[in-house]
């Protein structure tokens, strides 16, 4: 923005003028600009004889007309070294430092070890399932308050997946991702879970037809489906806990995605490519999977879950 400039004239009284004679001195102005304190000194009788006597008066120029610049009032009374500029400055102000500043920052380093990654992985995820006995409420927990097992199966709208079948796609991708790709183990699924949850499908869900969900809904009994997903959350705990401290940082590659693809998770209309792998879980540390798979996936399918039930006609009970 370009300066207005107005020039303007402000009136200066002479505090050391003797003569009411003496004329008023204007000094040109620019508005908004900082005012600085200047004192003009005019000739007259006291400072001639001053002059003769060989006396200069203090704060004042020997020349006729010339100007004195006096310091700011909040910097009259202060040493040399604590103006701004001058040299000291930084050691003044270092010990001006409040009681609260230095408490604070002699406790900033054990502040920064009060959660490791593991106790803030445990807290996200703990959100995104049920909530342990004495706990409030989880996010899972209020997303499905109230729904009875015949709710869970309807399908608001087509393409619109039924909250069961999010229910299992959750569980198998964690399943899957944590289990098989991350920590190289057996999948909680192997324990006959297919058979309890009357589902026939091992992959994660990704490329389902739509007729293939119906049917998934339609069979599955929302329970064993619910106790299947406790079962995953709980085995996720238990790898996290004790997954290698060098591993998080390994990235995740074609041999860790192919344990998936050997135990069926991937289906063939995925993103699964023969020889090349499972793209999307490739490329990134097992700490992002982890986060990525046992959190976040979650937590988008249950903002999905909120929909289906406003979408249904269910409002939440909580």
Known sequence: MVDDYRPSCRLIPLADAKSTSDPPTLLPTRNNARPTLRRIVLPSASSKSSRRSGRIPRRRSTRPGASEEIAPESTRNRMPSQRRGRPGAASSASMNVSPIRRILASHRASWRNTMNAIEFFLVQHAQ????????????????????????????????????????????????????????????????????????????????????????????????????????????????????????????????????????????????????????????????????ASAIRHNALHLGEAITIRSLAGFPLGV
């Open 128 to 291: 995104v399932h049920v909530a342990e006995a004495g706990a409030r409420p989880s996010y899972f927990d209020r997303t499905l308050a109230g729904l009875t097992n015949d709710q869970m199966r309807v399908r608001p709208g087509k393409n619109l997946n039924p909250i069961v079948w999010l229910l299992w796609h959750m569980a198998r991708t964690e399943d899957v991702a944590v289990n098989l790709v991350v920590a190289n183990g057996p999948q909680v699924l192997d324990d006959e879970w297919t058979k309890r949850m009357s589902v026939r499908w091992r992959i994660i869900g990704t490329g389902m037809s739509d007729g293939e969900v119906d049917e998934m809904s339609k069979s599955a009994d929302v329970g064993a489906v619910r106790a299947y997903r406790a079962a995953v959350a709980q085995r996720t705990r238990d790898v996290v806990r004790t997954l290698r401290a060098d591993a998080w940082d390994e990235i995740i590659g074609f041999a860790d995605t192919s344990r998936g693809a050997a135990a069926g998770a991937f289906a063939p209309t995925s993103a699964w490519v023969e020889g090349v792998g499972y793209t999307p879980w490739q490329g990134q540390s097992r700490a992002a999977q982890l986060g």
